[in-house]
């Protein structure tokens, strides 16, 4: 038996420890820690709820959005207050533009190089790289000549730092499946890719102010008015986005994933799913959402989500006590007594459903839209398990590939949305339809905002007396997969899916890595300071105005 | 991120433009002592100093890659930041070429680890030709116990330098800078 211990996981949003034991090639048990306490809830003791909802982005650089959307929805619940129309076609489009960023930065920046060997993209013909690309019906917006030109310039020069400390070489040189030509494409669409999340950035940033950390969404609706400018620049870029995402992030899974089918065979996890719902419809209604609420047993059995069957354990992690507290419950204190996988080992508490783990993020949402018949979902899903080898078998997808590869189409359903509800608030604005904002009419009240980030359910709930924050609950999606052993002494759902796993390497296992980054963990921020290279110089600045 | 907007539209002198596009990114993190040397320099120059259209200033707090818009838009890129491991004593201005930032030398551990030299490496593969010039502050403390704003003060003392530093840059560059 050994040990095998990924810290700290690379290619994340955050700081997190996996630790393993291997027995004849696969992994028999593990233990997934998260190494940071945040403890947002007690910053936000005592302020107003407007301030929560600016405070709490603070929580995460990647999906702010959706902590203030999440804190604004507890608000109006607990104030009563139903937003207007246009607030809410307005809110889903930032919420949309910041999953579309955070969507295509984890696909192609975090977990693609699990799958790409950028490196060996060095050793292709660019000319067969077309031939593929058309075959594959992916797009060519890069030249390939020049990339590969460009590529090996940089290794020439030592210059391909941001694909260091990758495991290229794992399993013996055999880990890493994709041609040259492929591996080409896929690096092209890596580095569009860093533009395409831009584009998805700025239009958050048109909507909300700025980004990350937008200033519009507020409890009551949105402070964002538009104008025909901004309405125009709004349409052109996410039309931009849209035609990126709909011509290259689908038929790059499939291409990708055809070289990894083994990867359906691992991965699972708990096979219990959540999901809060996000992006509102007309109705207001969680199960009515656009990526709509429900709760899926270990049959796929749906049911509607009840508050009070969610409950958090504390017996495994850095606080005190060790008792199961119903939600909503407002007490955070952080206790840390060292790390002893037999005792308690992480920063994360462990929430449960009706007792038991559940999986939360892009797999449990298309799930639930599944189940719910949401048609754009239901089509593509069937299409996917089709190109997979599975059609009608949902079970391919609860693995490390099907939890890979149907984020894509998530991706997609949004850019499509996001075009029509660009198209819904021009129409709503000629229409002379004017409101965006709704004042509360009391100051005392009691919410709970279910939502979505785009890593999981989202859960935020507060106690509001005289306009003042009594007491404060988050649950964010990777408490939820990150989640230590239950009281029972149940794995959590990172820690399930990663049980079953093939390890050839120890000291590369990269299909576990594959398997954490299927979830998109996110934990957590930092400082950046510049440092020479070795053999390299500064020049020292004394006088600026004079000549040197 | 902060964006300030040049004030050239207001100005009635439309003469003098220079039609080279630059843009300085002042990078750091206010919170953490002398590592917000950059969005101090950046408040300075700003109050001292008003600049033509051709020219955009940003405080990039700790963003990288997402300013990879403003160096595909741009001739030449100035970021301004904290320097760590010089050798030389705290407050020394360096001027230096990108290329001379250390790169990874292992995997990043997560969005966090990001550099600046990840932003100009990932520019030149994408095939963006901005020139890119990097000028520095040595500090003493980037990294405190407890989050803290301000500036050590050797540093403090030294930003008038670093601000001048920038100034001269882009007049250099032939940019009608002006003194408010």
């Known amino acids: ?548 | 991120m902060e964006h300030a907007r040049s004030d050239a539209e207001d100005e009635q002198d439309v003469e003098r433009v220079c039609d080279v596009r630059v843009a300085v990114l002042f990078v750091g993190n206010k919170l953490m002592l002398d590592d917000g040397v950059g969005p101090a320099a950046y408040e300075l120059f700003c109050e001292r100093y008003s600049v033509p259209e051709n020219v955009q200033l940003y405080d990039i707090g700790c963003l990288s890659m997402d300013m990879l818009f403003v160096v595909d838009e741009c001739d030449v890129v100035i970021t301004v930041d904290a320097v760590d491991g010089t050798g030389n004593p705290a407050g020394t201005v360096l001027r230096f070429a990108p290329d001379a930032m250390a790169r990874h030398t292992g995997a990043t551990a997560s969005l966090h680890d990001l550099k600046l030299i990840d932003l100009f490496d990932a520019a030149a593969l994408l095939g963006y030709e901005a020139r890119g010039l990097c000028l520095g502050m040595q500090v003493e403390n980037p990294s405190p116990e407890v989050a803290t704003v301000g500036l050590t003060p050797a540093v403090h003392a030294a930003l008038p330098l670093l601000v001048e530093t920038v100034a001269a840059e882009l007049t250099r560059l032939g940019c009608y800078i002006e003194r408010r």
């Open chain 1, 1 to 548: 038996m050994t040990r095998s211990v990924i810290d700290p996981i690379t290619r994340i949003e955050g700081h997190l420890r996996v630790e393993m034991e291997v027995e004849h090639g696969e992994v028999t048990d593990a233990w997934v820690s998260g190494g940071c306490f945040r403890g947002m809830e007690l910053v936000v003791q005592n302020r107003t709820p407007e301030d929560a909802a600016q405070i709490v982005q603070r929580i995460c650089g990647v999906c702010p959005v959706s902590h203030a959307h999440a804190s604004s929805i507890a608000a109006e619940k607990a104030y009563g207050i139903t937003i207007s129309n246009n607030a809410r076609i307005v809110r889903n489009l930032i919420e949309g533009a910041q999953f579309l960023h955070s969507h295509i930065l984890w696909f192609y920046n975090l977990a693609a190089l699990d799958y790409v060997n950028p490196l060996n993209a060095l050793k292709a013909d660019p000319e067969d790289a077309v031939a593929l690309a058309i075959e594959a019906e992916t797009s060519m917006n890069t030249d390939f000549f020049q990339l590969k030109n460009r590529l090996k310039t940089f290794a020439d020069n030592g210059q391909l730092s941001i694909f260091s400390g990758n495991w290229f070489e794992a399993d013996g040189g055999k880990a890493y499946k994709l041609s040259p030509e492929l591996d080409l494409i896929c690096t092209a669409h890596y580095l569009e890719a860093l533009k395409m999340q831009a584009r998805s950035s700025e239009i958050a940033a048109l909507l909300g102010g700025k980004m990350p950390h937008i200033m519009t969404l507020v409890p009551g609706g949105t402070a964002f008015v538009p104008t025909e400018q901004k309405l125009d620049d709004l349409k052109a870029l996410v039309d931009e986005v849209y035609n990126w995402v709909s011509t290259t992030m689908i038929p790059d899974t499939l291409a990708i994933g055809a070289n990894y089918m083994e990867a359906l065979e691992f991965g699972k996890g708990c096979g219990r799913y959540i999901a809060w719902g996000v992006f509102e419809n007309q109705s207001m209604q969680l199960a009515d959402r656009y990526l709509p609420m429900g709760v899926l047993d270990e049959k796929l059995n749906l049911s509607d989500v009840e508050e009070s069957k969610i409950k958090e354990y504390m017996g495994r992690s850095w606080y005190k006590g060790d008792e199961e507290y119903e939600s909503p419950y407002f007490v955070t204190e952080p206790e840390f007594t060292g790390y002893d996988v037999n005792d308690r080992y992480t920063w994360v508490k462990c929430p449960n459903y009706d007792g038991k783990p559940m999986e939360a993020g892009g797999l449990a949402r298309i799930l639930a839209a599944y189940k719910r018949g949401v048609p754009f979902i239901k089509d593509g899903v069937d299409d996917m398990l089709r190109a997979l080898g599975a059609p009608g078998d949902l079970s391919v997808a609860q693995s490390t590939l099907g939890r890979t590869a149907l984020r894509q189409l998530e991706t997609l359903y949004i850019a499509t949305l996001m075009k029509e509800w660009v198209d819904e608030l021009i129409e709503a604005v000629k229409g002379g339809d004017s409101e965006y904002f709704r004042a509360p009419e009391t100051d005392t009240g009691s919410g709970t905002g279910f939502w979505e980030a785009p890593r999981g359910a989202l859960y935020h709930s507060e106690k509001v007396k005289n306009g003042r924050i009594e007491g404060y609950q988050i649950i964010i999606p990777s408490t939820w997969n990150l989640a230590p052993m239950n009281k029972d002494g149940e794995h959590g759902p990172m820690e399930q899916a990663l049980i079953g796993c093939p390890v050839e390497d120890v000291e590369m296992p990269i299909n576990a890595l594959r398997t954490v980054h299927s979830f998109d963990p996110c934990t957590a921020c930092a400082v950046h300071v510049t440092e020479p290279a070795t053999g390299k110089s500064f020049e020292t600045v004394t006088n600026p105005w004079g000549v040197k």
